[in-house]
Every structure is written in structure tokens, then in C-alpha cells.
């Protein structure tokens, strides 16, 4: 077998084009037990995601963990499954195309593709399809905003993966993560305030709850930024949107297995408010960027059932960023600030859109 994937002769005059690759985590291709245990024997297999003895995990994996996980998660799929099909996968697909109709308003020829860790389209398909069309250089930029070794390292190790099997490689550049972006936070906030205009703040018995993806507590004892990261968002966003330490909380879900993960958790949160008799709570996902299962079934339904059942009054899910104006303007400047010094062949370079774009903000022009 040959070292390097085959490649037709290089146009060594060619101009060189750049591109944006946004990468989320993946989805399966339908609600199925079929596709869904498709879709988790790959997510599973990950040695980013499951931590553990090798062997001794495949063993638990394949005899029993997708013979019987793969049907109840069907079940959640099913919940919020749309015409379209996977939410995940709609929004993401929204994004790149708005932010490359971005990139076309603001004079930059930018192409923006998508891929997904796991699932289609791969890392490697995505990047593969770019090269063929002469894009030599590639911004990396994953829909985490917050750093997290079981989602953006193993989305680069992908694309570098890839890259090994190069022999003309394209130049790669990361963006690790964005948890303080002053554009990303003012989305949220904006996010936030558009909630509270349509169904009001109450002033006692509320609080604005935090909720991100959690993972095992022992990776933040080996150097994984996570805790750290959400923190810092959450932090800005309560600043953002002038609340106390009393008025918001923190949380994480998803907690899979029974290893100790990141604390508090989210359904404990929900029910201990519930008891202390919070009569209200608003749920934001900062760490989606996205509507998917995590945020659609896990919060806005299962959230609910906790909250309710615990003798709380009133939930409210305030729906990730998805096609906002305000997110769309964001990731553009994410993108242009990593892009600096790259060819855009446009009217303005991408470090003049970021610069216009960071004013206009300030000023409020984009929100």
C-alpha cells in the first residue's frame, strides 16, 4: 500500500486559495438503532472520548454498550428529528453557508466548507474535497468554544492524520478554542436579552442556568482546560448581561458512565433550585453553538421533567445560536483574526474585516 495518497501533478503556478473548515461533533444519518449504533461505534471508539483501558473497553463497547444504548437514544433522536432531518446537522449546514455569504459581503473570497468528527462528512473527505479545488490553506475553526481534548484535539488529530497521508499538504492553521471572544459573548448576551423581551425576567425566585457538556473529572486533573474555559464564559456572560452571583448558575451534563465527571450536574442543579424554591429558571448551552440531542431532548425535555417534578413552576430553553446575525458576525471575526496574512483576494484584507468588525460591535452596529 502506498504511503501517500495519489495525487495528480501539481500547478505550481496555481494562485493560492483559502478556506474556513467549521467542524462540529457529528450526527447519525437517521433516528434509527441502525444508524444510531453506527454513529456511536465510531463516537465510542474514539481513545479522546473513552479514557480507559483499551481492550478492556472495546470488550465493554461491543458486547455490551452498543447492543443496548443504540435503541433508547433512537427513541431521544426520534424526539427531535425534523423534516430536514438531524438538527445538528441543519444548523450546521446553515452556518457555513451564511458565513460564506458573509465572507462575499465583506469583499473576502473565502470557501467555507463543514465536516463532522464523526459521521458525514468526515474531516478527511471535507479537507480532500477543499485540496482538489485548489484551497491551500485551511483554517481549522471547530464549533467548540471551549477547549476540550475529547472534541478539538480530536477533531485536529483527524485533519492532521489526513494531512500524513499528503504529499503536496495544504498549510494547516487551528483555532483551539474561543470561550472569552468578545463577539461570542456579546451573541450570547444578545441571545439572552432576546429571550427575557419576549418572555419577561422576574425579578425574585429566578435564575439564569449555564449548562455545558461535561466530562470526566480526571481530565481536568491531567491539564484539560474545560472547567477552566466555561467558567470564564459564563463569568463574561453574567457580566454581559449585568447579573449577580446569585442570579445564574453552572452546570454540566451529559454525564456518561460512572466515573465522577465535572460538578455540579446539571439535573441535580435543576431539582436543588427547584427545592429552594426558585420558582423560575432559564436554561443557555454556551458550549453549543448548535441545537442538537444535548440541548433539544437532554435539557429542553429531560431539563424540564427535572425542574417541574422537583416542584418548580416555570422552564424556559433558550435555543443555541444557530443562524443568529450576531453568530454569524462572530465566527466571521473569529475567522478573520486567524486568517490574517492569508490571500483573500478581496477588497479589504481579513485583517481589516476583523478590525471594522470589533468597532462596529463595540459601537453596537452588529450586536
Request: proline fraction near 6%; charged fraction near 25%.
Amino acid at each position: 500500500m502506498p504511503r501517500y495518497m495519489i495525487e495528480p501533478p501539481a500547478c505550481h503556478d496555481a494562485p493560492s486559495k483559502t478556506a474556513v473548515l467549521l467542524i462540529n461533533l457529528g450526527t447519525p444519518e437517521a433516528p434509527t438503532t441502525k444508524a444510531v449504533r453506527v454513529y456511536l461505534r465510531e463516537f465510542l471508539s474514539d481513545p479522546r472520548v473513552v479514557e480507559t483501558s483499551r481492550p478492556l473497553w472495546l470488550l465493554i463497547l461491543n458486547g455490551i454498550v452498543l447492543n443496548l444504548r443504540p435503541a433508547r437514544s433512537a427513541v431521544k433522536y426520534k424526539a427531535i428529528w425534523t423534516a430536514q432531518g438531524s438538527p445538528l446537522r441543519v444548523h450546521t449546514e446553515q452556518q457555513t453557508r451564511l458565513l460564506g455569504e458573509f465572507f462575499k459581503e465583506q469583499g473576502l473570497n473565502v470557501r467555507v466548507e463543514h465536516a463532522m468528527r464523526y459521521g458525514r462528512p468526515s474531516i478527511g473527505d471535507a479537507l480532500s474535497k477543499l485540496k482538489a479545488e485548489g484551497c491551500d490553506k485551511i483554517l481549522l475553526l471547530p464549533l467548540y468554544p471551549q477547549y476540550s481534548a475529547s472534541t478539538t484535539a480530536t477533531a485536529f488529530d483527524t485533519a492532521f492524520s489526513w494531512a500524513q497521508a499528503c504529499r503536496n499538504q495544504p498549510e494547516l492553521r487551528t483555532v483551539r478554542s474561543y470561550p472569552d471572544h468578545p463577539g461570542y459573548i456579546a451573541a450570547l448576551a444578545a441571545n439572552v436579552r432576546r429571550h427575557w423581551a419576549k418572555h419577561g425576567r422576574p425579578e425574585k425566585g429566578y435564575r439564569l442556568v449555564m449548562s455545558y457538556h461535561g466530562v470526566p473529572r480526571s481530565t481536568l486533573e491531567v491539564g484539560d482546560t474545560t472547567f477552566c474555559e466555561c467558567h470564564k464564559t459564563s463569568r463574561l456572560l453574567a457580566e454581559a448581561l449585568g447579573l449577580s452571583k446569585d442570579q445564574y448558575a453552572v452546570c454540566f451534563q451529559s454525564r456518561f458512565g460512572s466515573a465522577a465527571w465535572l460538578e455540579p450536574y446539571t439535573t441535580d442543579t435543576l431539582k436543588a433550585l427547584a427545592h429552594s424554591n426558585v420558582k423560575r429558571v432559564d436554561v443557555i448551552c454556551p458550549g453549543f453553538v448548535s441545537d442538537c440531542l444535548e440541548t433539544l431532548e437532554e435539557i429542553s425535555i429531560e431539563g424540564r421533567d427535572d425542574f417541574i417534578g422537583a416542584g418548580g413552576e416555570e422552564f424556559h430553553f433558550i435555543s443555541c445560536l444557530n443562524e443568529s446575525e450576531d453568530w454569524i458576525h462572530a465566527l466571521g471575526e473569529i475567522a478573520a483574526r486567524h486568517l490574517s496574512g492569508w490571500p483573500t483576494k478581496g477588497t479589504q484584507s481579513s485583517e481589516e474585516l476583523a478590525e471594522r468588525l470589533r468597532r462596529a460591535r463595540e459601537l453596537g452596529a452588529v450586536r
